[in-house]
């Protein structure tokens, strides 16, 4: 879900970019800046996302466990 969501507001970002040098031309100030924000919005969506979607990854498989400075370091099992 995470995914969908992220590939959308990076595409909606995009758009938005290209789209505001020619609203600044050719509607104006006050509706170019307005362009300008929501693709700030959805560049902080896209990294919201992202951000989530690398949480559940991790959650989901977590990393090897590596020791610390208490325990020593863990041995792998290498088969």
């Known amino acids: ?31 170019g800046l307005a362009v300008v924000l929501a693709c700030a919005v959805f560049g902080a969506l896209m990294v919201t996302f992202t951000t989530l979607q690398e949480k559940q990854e991790r959650k989901a498989n977590p990393p090897p466990p590596e020791g610390d400075f208490i325990t020593g370091k863990v041995e792998k099992d290498e088969k």
């Open 1 to 31: 879900m995470y995914k969908i969501l992220r590939i959308t507001f990076s595409i909606l970002a995009a758009l938005a970019a290209a789209a505001a040098i020619f609203v600044f031309i050719y509607a104006g100030w006050p509706w």
